[in-house]
Each structure stands twice: as structure tokens, then as C-alpha cells.
């Protein structure tokens, strides 16, 4: 870009004062009401777009842009305290190529000998606090306000329980005062929790962690701050001489007491740099913290004078920042969806917008009462965010930008697809649809019934679902198995091709396995991993259908609840009749037995009780009904033997001896197994 100084047009002038106008009106909202009305990818790029007009055009610059300034005045609620070095602001970049371009940019200000490894640390998206320690106590805690002049929040520091109150030094090493800066963060569990108690109470919601960190530390009554579980980590210490490195300041900090981030790493070259960063990126959600990006530092503090800052910024660090994952459009309308249970869920119809690799056109909004709190409106344009595999989710309207004479949204009263009037239970928060009947309901069942991991029909999705079940062809899953080729010629989108491989697909699901069919009848609180268990143990769905409510109950990893619940769904005479018409349609019943293994123990019960070493009891009750075998949940007389691993169960053994039943170790378990026959 030209450096050269020419007049800007006055386009470009009614522009630059409009982003500063904006700019300073979204950095009142951010510092001053802990709130912020557009992402901060967005207010990234009016800043962007400034900086870059500012650079073509230099006489452009002036002392009050906020190019030039780091965050805002203080506000008057709180003691101005000036910084003793100002609290600057990162140069930011968002791709590793950039930083590629920063290390070059450090290497031709240094001279060709002089080198350094790297300081990588998260990039903690909270807010940043300089602490003033005297004689080892804490004397003083300031947010930035605007890099020069801060706000005392002193108070309310000290009731951060990260922060330490004294240095746990040795007397010899406190200097008189020392300064150190770090981010104050808020967990993000707490901060859902903070949330859902902000919803009860009909109160706003906070949009993200950092701006309930905010508006927890800047507060006039101490006693809230108290109440809200802040963390903190620390980064920068200053009024200590002797610490050449950024490591060892991070060391001092460490051995001071202070909470410093467990992923700092330092690494020798950008290569390594590039790695830190890609690796962090990955696991970013799962540090229970929010991060937007890694600074990376010159680890040797020698170059750090000499490398020196630019009017905003030090030179010796710079932030990458993660592709943001909130983005701002308009919400086109709020509608519910019935799911297979009937639970009604409002979600946004968004204009289509790119979030962290995807497109987003829809957005779950929850239930009824996320939608009040939240107050977002049909037109409105609201903030969207998509973190990591999570469903993408509608933070909050953009208040500014909301249209007159618009409504806040009503929950509709009937089912969208049925028009039967829509249930909300006293005490609970979400609506349902309570038609057994409801064509939405029956469209999620069948898909359910054909997903993947259930009975993985291809090509059997939902929307192929709505047509048929719009058609008359399926009412419930069973009818899948009912159908022929010839109903589906004809209908829209089908042709021979198409529907003698649909038939096919469908055929092919007949053989699944037992846990699949049961994961794929939908049973409240029987998932893939329930149904795997249940399916090894009995062996046959007429087993568990006839199996008594306690022996379910004692399955590992099944329990009170979800036995209840099994023998709920099949008690029910619909229920019933629906897998008898699976029966007809031939789909096994049977856990598969494998051909390659001999049926060593057709006829034979053996009874599992303990931990195996070489063994999970799932895997050694599979292998026994994988060899034509029973493996019940208790010792009967019908029962050959009992295979006792460690800590097995006391009631079990009693059993076996009063009823002359063998007790098998391992080793003796594994002869069995091959065998068929009692060691
Ligand atoms: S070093 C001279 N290290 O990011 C500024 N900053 O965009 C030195 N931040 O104001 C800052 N994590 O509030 C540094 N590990 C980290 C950080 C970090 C978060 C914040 C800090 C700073 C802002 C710059």
C-alpha cells in the first residue's frame, strides 16, 4: 500500500468519520456497558477497513482515531488509576502465513545473528486487569480503560479467588512494588450456569463469557462479583530486573502464587509456531475456557526493547486470531419443528451466512423461553454463532439495528404439522405436540428408525420419508418393510433405477444387527450404547421383551430408569403390533450369530460376574452368545456355570455353591469358549 501522501476524496472522508463514529459507539458499548451489539468479527473489520484508509491516506491520522487508542476512558463509576507503562493492544493476523510475515518484518529490524525461540499462549478472550503488588500484598486492581487510564476495581479483585491476596515469594525476591497484567476470564460452565439463572429470573441474557467476565468485575458492589466464579491467568510482570526471558517472567509468576496458562509452551521456530497453533485450534472447546486466537512472543526479553512498539502495539508479539465463529445476518423468520418424541423446538430461518467453514441458514433457538429472554423478532438482525460441532445457535438480536414497529414472537399454540393444540407442562420448558397421529412426529420416527446407526437405510432421509409418509405409503417403520418397487415408480423423483435401489437398501437393513434394531425403535433413554449392551445380553428382542423389569435393571450401564422405560414401550399395544408387523416383514430378531465360530455352547447358560483382565463383561457376554450360549443376569439351576473375574458379586457365588453350580476363573472361561465342554 502507498505511504505517499495524497488527499483523500470525500467519499473516503465521510466514511473514515462514519467507522470512527461506529467504532467509538461499539467501545462505549463494549467497556462501558460490558455489552456488545455486533461480533467481534464484524467490529474487526470496520476497524480494518479504518487502518487501511488511514494507511493510503496519512494525513488522515490523528491523535483521537481509535486507531490510535486502545480501548475507551474510564468510566466515572469508578476511580481513574494511571497505568505506570500503558496497557497496549496486539497487531492482530489471521492467517499462519501472516505470522511468516511478522517473523520477517522482526528479522529485518534485528540483525542477522540475533535470534529467539517463541512464547505461544492462548489468547484469553476476557478482559485485562493490571494488579499492583506492595511488599508482596495486593494494593491495587485496574481494568485497562484506555491504555493510559484505568478503573479501580480493587474491591472487587480481591474477591477473585485466582488472585492471590500476597506473593508467596521469599522475602529477598518481593521488590517493593510490582506490577503484573493478565486476563480475567469466566469459565464456561459457570458462565451457562450464569445464564440459566439469568433466564429463570426473566433477566438478559450475557452474550459470551467475556462480557459477563466484564460485567462481573466492574461492578459497584463487590459482593457480586463475589458471587460470580471468575477465573484468571496471568501473563506480564513489570519492576523486576533480571528476567531475561519470557518463560521466566512466566516462572516468577508461577512460583509468586499466581495462576499462569497450563498451555503455554515455548518452541523453537514458526514451523513449531504453526503446529502450536493448528494443535490449540483443534481442542479450543475443550479447555472450558474461551479462547479466540494464540499471541505468540519473542521469548528473549533482550529483543524486546529493541524491537520497541509502534503507536499501539509491541513488536515483539502479535495476535492469530481463530476464524471467528459469530457472525451477524437477518433473521428471516422463527419457526418450530415437532421431533420424534413431539417436542416442539423454535429455530431461526437465517439468510444464509458463512460461519467458520460452513453455511448457516438455520439456528436452533431451544424453547420458549430462550426466545423471550432473548427477545429476538422475525426481521431482526441477530448474532449467530457456531462453535466447534455444537448446533448452531442465535446469541441475541442487534439491537441497534432493529426495525420499528416490530413484535416480540409468540409461541404458536398449535402443531405446525398437525394443528392439534400444543402442550406446556407446569414446571417444564419445553412444548409438546402429545398426537401420537402427528405427521411430523411420524416423519422423525421413520427417520430416526432408518439413520444411521440405527437401521442405515440409504437413501432413506427425512425429506424421502415426508414423501412417502405424505404419499400413504409409510405410517410407521414396519411399512418400510411392506414396500415394493411398484408403489414407488411414479412417485416425484422416483424411477425404476431409484426405487428398485431404495427396496434394495431397505432389504439389505433386514440382517442388522440386534442393537441396531433397538437403538432404531427410538426408546426414550436407549441410545447406541444401552442398546449394544442390552442386545448382548439377552441375545433375541423376544428375550427382552419377556425379560422381567429387574433383570434389565441389573445389565451394566442400564439401571432403574431406562428399564422402566423399556418395559414402557413394550407394554404398549401399538408398540406391539408395530414389531409383529416387523417380524412379517422379516427383519432378525436374533443377535447374528458368527458362522466362522463353532456353537460350543448351544443349550448352555454361563453366568459373568466380576471385572476380566483380558475381557470387558460386554465383550465376554458377546463371545458366549456369539457361540449359540445364554448369558443371563443371575445364577439359576438352569445355569452351567458362573466365570468369576475380580470382585465378583458375593449373592452370585453363594448361588452357584448351594446349587452345585461350577465357578470358572479366566483361563477356565477361555477353554469353555473353545471347547463347549468343563474344564
Ligand atoms: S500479551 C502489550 N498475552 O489480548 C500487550 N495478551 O489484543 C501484551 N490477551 O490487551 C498483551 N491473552 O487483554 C497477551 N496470553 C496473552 C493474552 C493477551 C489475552 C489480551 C490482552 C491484550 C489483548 C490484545
Known amino acids: 500500500m502507498s505511504t505517499e501522501s495524497n488527499a483523500a476524496p470525500e467519499a473516503v472522508l465521510a466514511r473514515v468519520e462514519e467507522l470512527r463514529a461506529l467504532i467509538k459507539r461499539y467501545d462505549a458499548q463494549y467497556y462501558l456497558e460490558s455489552a456488545s451489539d455486533i461480533p467481534d468479527a464484524d467490529y474487526d473489520s470496520l476497524k480494518d477497513e479504518l487502518f487501511a484508509f488511514e494507511d493510503q491516506y496519512p494525513d488522515l491520522v490523528q491523535a483521537g482515531s481509535p486507531t490510535q487508542t486502545v480501548g475507551i476512558a474510564p468510566s466515572a463509576l469508578f476511580a481513574p488509576v494511571r497505568h505506570s507503562t500503558p496497557m497496549m493492544s496486539l497487531d492482530k493476523v489471521t492467517t499462519l502465513e501472516e505470522i511468516l510475515a511478522w517473523g520477517a518484518r522482526l528479522q529485518k529490524l534485528l540483525a542477522p545473528e540475533d535470534g529467539s525461540p517463541f512464547d505461544c499462549e492462548p489468547k484469553i478472550d476476557g478482559l485485562s486487569i493490571s494488579l499492583t503488588y506492595e511488599r508482596g500484598r495486593l494494593t491495587r486492581g485496574a481494568t485497562r480503560g484506555d491504555g493510559r487510564v484505568g478503573e479501580d476495581v480493587t474491591p472487587n479483585v480481591r474477591t477473585v479467588a485466582a488472585i492471590a491476596d500476597e506473593l508467596a515469594l521469599s522475602a529477598n525476591e518481593i521488590p517493593e512494588t510490582l506490577e503484573i497484567r493478565g486476563e480475567v476470564y469466566f469459565p464456561v460452565p459457570a458462565f451457562e450456569e450464569l445464564n440459566r439463572r439469568q433466564a429463570e429470573a426473566g433477566l438478559r441474557l450475557f452474550s459470551n463469557p467475556r462480557n459477563a467476565a466484564a460485567g462481573s468485575l466492574r461492578q459497584k458492589d463487590p459482593a457480586v462479583t463475589a458471587g460470580r466464579e471468575l477465573g484468571a491467568f496471568f501473563y506480564q510482570v513489570d519492576g523486576v530486573t533480571g528476567l531475561p526471558t519470557q518463560s521466566g517472567s512466566l516462572d516468577l509468576l508461577r512460583r509468586a502464587?499466581?495462576?499462569?496458562?497450563?498451555?503455554?509452551?515455548?518452541?523453537?521456530?514458526?514451523?513449531?509456531?504453526?503446529?502450536?497453533?493448528?494443535?490449540?485450534?483443534?481442542?479450543?472447546?475443550?479447555?472450558?475456557?474461551?479462547?479466540?486466537?494464540?499471541?505468540?512472543?519473542?521469548?528473549?526479553?533482550?529483543?524486546?526493547?529493541?524491537?520497541?512498539?509502534?503507536?499501539?502495539?509491541?513488536?515483539?508479539?502479535?495476535?492469530?486470531?481463530?476464524?471467528?465463529?459469530?457472525?451477524?445476518?437477518?433473521?428471516?423468520?422463527?419457526?418450530?419443528?415437532?421431533?420424534?418424541?413431539?417436542?416442539?423446538?423454535?429455530?431461526?430461518?437465517?439468510?444464509?451466512?458463512?460461519?467458520?467453514?460452513?453455511?448457516?441458514?438455520?439456528?436452533?433457538?431451544?424453547?420458549?423461553?430462550?426466545?423471550?429472554?432473548?427477545?429476538?423478532?422475525?426481521?431482526?438482525?441477530?448474532?449467530?454463532?457456531?462453535?466447534?460441532?455444537?448446533?448452531?445457535?442465535?446469541?441475541?438480536?442487534?439491537?441497534?439495528?432493529?426495525?420499528?414497529?416490530?413484535?416480540?414472537?409468540?409461541?404458536?399454540?398449535?402443531?405446525?404439522?398437525?394443528?392439534?393444540?400444543?402442550?406446556?407442562?407446569?414446571?417444564?420448558?419445553?412444548?409438546?405436540?402429545?398426537?401420537?397421529?402427528?405427521?411430523?412426529?411420524?416423519?422423525?420416527?421413520?427417520?430416526?428408525?432408518?439413520?444411521?446407526?440405527?437401521?442405515?437405510?440409504?437413501?432413506?432421509?427425512?425429506?424421502?420419508?415426508?414423501?412417502?409418509?405424505?404419499?400413504?405409503?409409510?405410517?410407521?417403520?414396519?411399512?418400510?418393510?411392506?414396500?415394493?418397487?411398484?408403489?414407488?415408480?411414479?412417485?416425484?423423483?422416483?424411477?425404476?433405477?431409484?426405487?428398485?435401489?431404495?427396496?434394495?437398501?431397505?432389504?439389505?437393513?433386514?440382517?442388522?444387527?440386534?442393537?441396531?434394531?433397538?437403538?432404531?425403535?427410538?426408546?426414550?433413554?436407549?441410545?447406541?450404547?444401552?442398546?449394544?449392551?442390552?442386545?448382548?445380553?439377552?441375545?433375541?428382542?423376544?428375550?427382552?421383551m419377556s425379560a422381567p423389569e429387574a433383570e434389565l435393571a441389573a445389565v451394566e450401564g442400564v439401571g432403574a430408569v431406562i428399564a422402566a422405560s423399556l418395559v414402557r414401550y413394550f407394554a404398549s399395544e401399538e408398540n406391539r403390533a408395530m414389531i409383529e408387523r416387523l417380524r412379517s416383514g422379516g427383519i432378525q430378531f436374533e443377535a447374528a450369530t458368527d458362522p466362522q465360530l463353532s456353537q460350543s455352547l448351544v443349550g448352555k447358560s454361563v453366568v459373568v460376574t466380576g471385572t476380566l483382565r483380558g475381557l470387558s463383561r460386554e465383550q465376554a457376554e458377546a463371545a458366549i452368545i456369539s457361540r449359540g450360549g445364554k448369558s443371563p443376569g443371575s445364577v439359576s439351576a438352569k445355569t452351567t456355570a458362573v466365570v468369576a473375574g475380580d470382585s465378583p458379586g458375593a449373592a452370585k457365588l453363594t448361588k452357584a455353591e448351594a446349587l452345585g453350580v461350577r465357578v470358572l476363573d479366566e483361563q477356565e472361561f477361555v477353554k469353555l469358549l473353545e471347547t463347549g465342554e468343563l474344564p
Open 257 to 544: 502464587g499466581l495462576p499462569v496458562n497450563p498451555e503455554t509452551r515455548i518452541v523453537p521456530d514458526l514451523e513449531a509456531v504453526f503446529a502450536y497453533c493448528r494443535d490449540l485450534e483443534s481442542r479450543r472447546h475443550l479447555l472450558g475456557y474461551e479462547i479466540d486466537g494464540v499471541v505468540v512472543k519473542v521469548e528473549d526479553r533482550a529483543l524486546h526493547s529493541r524491537l520497541g512498539a509502534t503507536s499501539h502495539a509491541p513488536r515483539w508479539a502479535v495476535a492469530y486470531k481463530f476464524p471467528p465463529e459469530e457472525q451477524s445476518t437477518r433473521l428471516e423468520d422463527i419457526l418450530v419443528s415437532i421431533g420424534r418424541t413431539g417436542r416442539a423446538t423454535p429455530f431461526a430461518k437465517l439468510q444464509p451466512v458463512r460461519i467458520a467453514g460452513s453455511v448457516v441458514e438455520l439456528a436452533t433457538l431451544h424453547n420458549e423461553d430462550q426466545v423471550r429472554v432473548k427477545d429476538v423478532r422475525p426481521g431482526d438482525t441477530v448474532v449467530v454463532r457456531k462453535a466447534g460441532d455444537v448446533i448452531p445457535e442465535v446469541v441475541g438480536p442487534v439491537l441497534g439495528a432493529r426495525l420499528s414497529g416490530s413484535e416480540p414472537w409468540r409461541f404458536p399454540k398449535t402443531c405446525p404439522s398437525c394443528e392439534r393444540p400444543l402442550v406446556r407442562l407446569e414446571g417444564e420448558s419445553d412444548t409438546y405436540c402429545i398426537n401420537a397421529d402427528c405427521p411430523a412426529q411420524r416423519v422423525q420416527r421413520i427417520a430416526h428408525f432408518a439413520s444411521r446407526g440405527a437401521m442405515d437405510i440409504e437413501g432413506l432421509g427425512e425429506q424421502r420419508v415426508a414423501q412417502l409418509v405424505e404419499a400413504g405409503l409409510l405410517s410407521d417403520a414396519a411399512d418400510c418393510y411392506h414396500l415394493q418397487a411398484s408403489d414407488l415408480m411414479g412417485l416425484d423423483g422416483f424411477g425404476e433405477l431409484s426405487a428398485t435401489n431404495l427396496v434394495a437398501a431397505i432389504d439389505d437393513s433386514r440382517s442388522r444387527p440386534l442393537g441396531n434394531l433397538l437403538t432404531a425403535l427410538g426408546i426414550r433413554h436407549v441410545g447406541g450404547t444401552v442398546a449394544a449392551a442390552v442386545a448382548s445380553r439377552f441375545g433375541s428382542l423376544d428375550r427382552l
